[in-house]
């Protein structure tokens, strides 16, 4: 999906998107298709950008997703909300790597080592 079509969706058809898009993630990950995973991170990544562009309040919007059932979708959200609700996103990324469910809870883990050592800044 090109952005403009992502400025014609609401919130909450972005969050549903970014939900889809996540879950494929895992599904991608397990079958070992990075071509896959590479496309949905560029369609991810522009409804990331279109919340972002939208302002802070948009951003929250993928809140919701922080208690979804789902490791990844939740890891995948706050990661991206780390900037917005850094104690609520962290947390979640913390829950995400005490789950010990890979590979997301791996991810998970090198987030926040990157956190702490100050290799990833959230924005």
């Known amino acids: 999906m090109k952005r403009p079509d992502l400025q014609l969706l609401t919130n909450e058809e972005l969050v549903a998107r ?16 990075t071509r896959a ?7 991810m990544k522009g409804i990331e950008e279109e919340l972002r562009r939208r302002g802070p309040e948009a951003r929250k919007a993928l809140a919701v997703l922080l208690d979804d059932e789902d490791l990844r ?40 080592l990157a956190l702490e050592n100050g290799i990833f800044k959230p924005t």
């Open 37 to 43: 995973v590479n496309r949905d991170y560029e369609k």
């Open 18 to 33: 970014f939900r889809q898009l996540a879950l494929d993630k895992s599904k991608y990950l397990l079958d070992s298709n």
């Open 73 to 112: 979708v939740r890891y995948e959200a706050a990661r991206r909300l780390l900037a917005v609700v850094p104690e609520r996103a962290l947390a979640t990324v913390q829950q995400v790597e005490n789950e010990h469910f890979m590979p997301v809870s791996g991810e998970a883990g090198m987030t926040l």
